[in-house]
Nanobody, 127 residues
Framework: QIELVESGGGSVHTGGSLRLSCTVA????????MAWFRRAPGKDREGVAS???????FYADSVKGRFTISKDNTRHTLYLQMSDLKEEDTGMYTC?????????????????????WGTGTQVTVSS
C-alpha cells in the first residue's frame, strides 16, 4: 500500500523557517505527482506546491519566492522548505500523491482529488 508520513512541523515566529518532510513507504516519488496542501482552521484546503515526475514545479501565489518543493528519490522523501514564514502560513500541512496530472485544466491550481494523502504535520507561525 501507499503510505505518506509527514514530519518537520512546529512553532516558529514570523520570518522563521521550517523544512517539512514526507516519507513514502512505496517507491512512487519518481513517477507520481507529489504535492503539499495545507488547511487552516475555518478555511478550505489550499494546494501549496507540487513537483511532477519530470521535476516541473507549481507554487500557489501566496508562497512563491518563500517556499521550495523538492524530492530525493533515493531516500523516498518529499520536502517543503519554508522561509520567511507569515502568520497566514499557519495550518495543517499534508503531503499527497497522484498517479495522474498535478494541475487542473487551467494550470492555476492543484487538482483537488489527489489519490493518496498523509495525515499531516502542524505548522504554527506567531508574531
Amino acid at each position: 500500500q501507499i503510505e505518506l508520513v509527514e514530519s518537520g512541523g512546529g512553532s516558529v515566529h514570523t520570518g522563521g523557517s521550517l523544512r517539512l518532510s514526507c516519507t513514502v513507504a512505496v517507491d512512487i516519488i519518481s513517477s507520481y505527482c507529489m504535492a503539499w496542501f495545507r488547511r487552516a482552521p475555518g478555511k478550505d484546503r489550499e494546494g501549496v506546491a507540487s513537483i511532477d515526475s519530470d521535476g516541473s514545479t507549481f507554487y500557489a501565489d501566496s508562497v512563491k519566492g518563500r517556499f521550495t518543493i523538492s524530492k530525493d528519490n533515493t531516500r523516498h522523501t518529499l520536502y517543503l522548505q519554508m522561509s520567511d514564514l507569515k502568520e497566514e502560513d499557519t495550518g495543517m500541512y499534508t503531503c499527497a500523491a497522484e498517479a495522474g496530472l498535478c494541475l487542473t485544466d487551467s494550470g492555476r491550481h492543484l487538482r483537488p482529488d489527489f489519490g493518496y494523502w498523509g495525515t499531516g504535520t502542524q505548522v504554527t507561525v506567531s508574531s
